[in-house]
């Protein structure tokens, strides 16, 4: 099993509505870096996810998604009237992937990256280095077992 971090604006894509979503699961679209579209094609079937509010007033970990569908081509680069349409990308030559992701849980209170900065376990995690702003990174079992423990724990997102 691998553990990932995914980020989302909660203006664009947020934990309530993955909660809310038919059966509870997304097409995760849009990526459109490359090594993003790396660790998804390495995703498998039942590897735990960070869900990850990004660009709002308290960015964090607010929730625990797990992936139910191996990588496959991201249809949005298709269509001409997406956002995300990639006129390079065919179907017959995909250039992007994405994965299917299902709602487990949502957490009391937002882990702030404030207070994953502060957590000395956490100071190698991807996500509170300088300039990491990757939408789609690696979690080693050690980062997700703490990310889980201060989650789950009353108090601890730390506002700020």
Same mark, same amino acid.
């Given at each position: ?7 989302? %604006?909660? %203006? ?11 059966? @509870? ?23 735990? /996810?960070?869900?990850?509010?990004? +660009?709002?007033?308290? &960015? ?6 797990? /992936? ?11 269509? &001409? ?5 990639? &006129? ?35 100071? +190698?995690?991807?996500?509170? @280095? ?23 724990? &009353? ?6």
């Amino acid at each position: 099993m691998q553990y990932w971090l995914m980020k989302s %604006e909660p %203006e664009t894509f947020s934990i309530e509505d993955l909660r809310n979503a038919l059966k @509870q699961s997304t097409f995760w679209d849009g990526v459109r870096n490359y090594q993003a579209r790396n660790h998804m094609r390495s995703m498998q079937v039942g590897d735990l /996810v960070l869900f990850y509010h990004s +660009s709002c007033k308290v &960015p964090g970990v607010v929730g625990l998604a797990e /992936v139910v569908s191996e990588a496959h081509p991201d249809k949005t680069a298709f269509d &001409p009237k997406s956002p995300y349409y990639d &006129p390079k990308s065919t179907k017959d030559n995909p250039r992007w992937h994405a994965v299917d992701i299902q709602f487990k849980e949502a957490f009391p209170e937002t882990l702030s990256l404030t207070a994953l900065k502060q957590e000395p376990a956490l100071s +190698s995690m991807k996500v509170v @280095q300088k300039g990491q702003r990757l939408s789609v990174q690696p979690v080693t079992p050690d980062e997700f077992k703490k990310v889980l423990k201060l989650a789950r724990r &009353p108090g601890s997102g730390k506002k700020s």
